[in-house]
C-alpha cells in the first residue's frame, strides 16, 4: 500500500494537468486534412492538429491564429474573438456552405483577419440555396478579408428573405459603433449580391472582382442604423449583358450613405453606379474609371441622389449618364464619351477643376 499511494497521487496529478490542459488556449492552433477535432485536448498543435476551422478556433487565445496545412474543406465557423485564419498560397481551405453562414463574425474584441480561404455556396441547387459565405454584424474589431475567393451564393427560391449575399456587413451605432471592413484581393463570382454592406460601416474594397453577379456586385444602403461610406479601388466589375445585375448599387432611407470609386473598371451589366434616395443624401465620386457595355453607366434618382465624375471614359454603353426624378450628376468635364449610344440623359451640372 505504502509503494502504490505516491503512484495514485502522480496519476491524480496528471490527469489534472490533462484536464487543465485541455481547457487552456493557444496563441497558435492548426487544421489539416489528417487531423482530428479530438486534438482540442493538445490545442491543435502543429503535430496534432484539428480538422476543422470550428475545432481550431475552440481552442485558440484572443488575438491567437488558426494555420491550415494543407488543402482540404474545413467547415463553417463562428469567430467571436480576435483571430486570424491563415492558409498560405497554393493551399486549398475551402469553408463549403450547404445553409447558414460559411463564417459568421459577432461581438469581437480585437482586429479579424481571414487570409486565402475559399467560399463556395450551393448554387442553384433548389432548396439548398439562401446560404452567406461570410457575415459580419456589430464586429468591435476591424476584419479585414484577402485573398479569398466566393463563388454560388443565391438567395431561397421560396423569396424567404436573407441569404445570397457572398459578404454580408452590418452595423449599428446603438450597440458597438462603427464596423471597420476591408476586402482585398478577393475574387467574388457567380452569384446573387457580392457584397451588401448595411448601416454603420465603413469598409475599403481594393484588388477586388466582381463577376458575374445577377443583382449587384456591391451594394450600400444605411438601413435607418447609421451612415454607411465605403471606398473601392483598383477593382473590376464584369457581366455578360446589358440586362445583367448592377455594378454598384447605393439606397439611403434616413443616414447619408456615400461611396468613392477609383481606378475602376466596369463592363457589362444593367447599369454602372446606380444611386437612389428616399430622402437621406446619397453621393457617389467617380473617378479615373471605365465605364463599357453597360445599359446605363451612371444613373442618379431622387432629389437627394449625387454622383460626381471625373477623368473617366464611357465606352459603348446604351446609356453614359442619366438622372431620374430629379437626380444630380456633377462632372468636371475631363472625361471621355465614346460610342454610346447616348451620353446624357437629363441635366448634367459641370464644375471647373481648381
Known amino acids: 500500500m505504502t509503494n502504490r499511494f ?29 487531423g482530428a477535432d479530438a486534438n482540442g485536448t493538445y490545442n491543435c498543435g502543429r503535430a496534432t492538429p484539428c480538422r476543422t476551422l470550428a475545432g481550431a478556433l475552440a481552442v485558440t487565445s484572443a488575438g491567437g491564429e488558426v494555420i491550415v496545412l494543407d488543402s482540404e474543406e474545413y467547415g463553417p465557423a463562428q469567430i467571436m474573438q480576435s483571430v486570424s485564419i491563415t492558409a498560405p498560397d497554393g493551399v486549398y481551405a475551402g469553408v463549403k456552405v450547404v445553409n447558414g453562414q460559411g463564417i459568421g463574425i459577432g461581438y469581437t474584441s480585437g482586429p479579424v483577419t481571414l487570409t486565402g480561404l475559399t467560399f463556395e455556396g450551393p448554387g442553384l441547387s433548389g432548396s439548398r440555396r439562401g446560404a452567406e459565405g461570410l457575415t459580419v454584424a456589430n464586429s468591435k474589431g476591424p476584419v479585414v478579408v484577402q485573398r479569398c475567393n466566393f463563388s454560388g451564393f443565391f438567395p431561397s427560391p421560396t423569396g424567404t428573405p436573407g441569404g445570397g449575399n457572398a459578404i454580408y456587413v452590418s452595423g449599428s451605432t446603438s450597440t458597438t459603433g ?61 457581366a455578360p449583358s446589358l440586362a445583367g445585375g448592377n455594378a454598384f448599387e447605393l439606397a439611403a432611407y434616413s443616414a447619408s450613405t456615400q461611396l468613392y470609386i477609383d481606378h475602376t473598371v466596369m ?15 446619397v453621393y457617389v465620386t467617380v473617378t479615373n474609371s471605365l ?12 432629389p437627394a441622389a449625387e ?22 450628376l456633377i462632372t468636371t468635364g475631363n472625361n471621355l464619351f465614346i460610342g454610346n449610344g447616348s451620353n446624357v440623359a437629363g441635366s448634367l451640372t459641370r464644375v471647373a477643376t481648381q
Request: hydrophobic fraction near 45%; charged fraction near 10%.
Open 6 to 34: 505516491p503512484a495514485v497521487l502522480c496519476f491524480v496529478f496528471l490527469s489534472a494537468f490533462a484536464a487543465e490542459r485541455a481547457q487552456a488556449a493557444a496563441s497558435t492552433t492548426f487544421v489539416a486534412s489528417y
Open 178 to 238: 462603427r464596423v471597420q471592413m476591408q476586402v482585398i484581393d478577393t475574387v467574388i463570382h457567380d452569384g446573387y449580391v457580392g457584397i451588401w454592406v448595411e448601416g454603420s460601416v465603413t469598409a475599403s474594397i481594393s484588388h477586388v472582382k466582381l463577376l458575374n453577379m445577377s443583382v449587384a456586385g456591391l451594394r450600400v444602403w444605411d438601413a435607418g442604423w447609421g451612415e454607411a461610406d465605403v471606398s473601392v479601388s483598383d477593382s473590376e466589375w464584369s
Open 267 to 281: 463592363t457589362g451589366g444593367g447599369r454602372g453606379v446606380y444611386a437612389v434616395s428616399s430622402g437621406a443624401l
Open 291 to 302: 465605364l463599357s457595355k453597360i445599359g446605363v453607366g451612371l444613373i442618379t434618382e431622387g
Open 307 to 328: 454622383i460626381t465624375f471625373s477623368g473617366s471614359t464611357f465606352n459603348a454603353n446604351a446609356n453614359a449618364a442619366s438622372n431620374v426624378n430629379g437626380g444630380t
